[in-house]
């Protein structure tokens, strides 16, 4: 098994900047990746990675988050930059498989993290 712990989150106004992180302990994964949910909406992808070969970012947050993982202490980043108010919810960390599994799709990933509360405030 794996177990996966999210920190980093917090408030923080519109534009500014917030640095997740997600430690994994058990099991190693080559792949993994951001999730966030809103209340009231569905767990969307926010990004994933797989051991910093190849990453994926929803299109929402292109050019102003950054995914990075450090595979020596296996923990992986969240790098939030320019934050806007529809940034906020709760962050999930993932791990999983890379092969076979739909990284843009929740259902698909199997092992998460309890999650970290982003609010970002206009």
């Known amino acids: 098994p794996v177990h996966l712990v999210e920190s980093g989150g917090g408030s923080v106004q519109a534009g500014g900047s917030l640095r997740l992180s997600c430690q994994s302990s058990?099991?190693?994964?080559?792949?993994m990746g951001w999730f966030r949910q809103a209340p009231g909406k569905e767990r969307e992808a926010v990004a994933s990675?797989?051991?910093?070969?190849?990453?994926r970012y929803a299109d929402a947050v292109k050019g102003r988050f950054t995914i990075s993982k450090d595979n020596r202490e296996n923990r992986l980043y969240l790098q939030m930059n320019n934050l806007k108010p529809e940034d906020s919810g709760m962050y999930y960390c993932?791990?999983?498989?890379?092969?076979?599994?739909?990284?843009?799709?929740?259902?698909?990933?199997?092992?998460w993290g309890q999650g970290t509360q982003v609010t970002v405030s206009s």
């Open positions: 993932a791990a999983d498989i890379c092969t076979g599994i739909d990284w843009t799709r929740s259902g698909s990933v199997r092992n």
């Open positions: 990675a797989d051991s910093n070969v190849s990453t």
């Open positions: 058990g099991t190693r994964y080559r792949c």
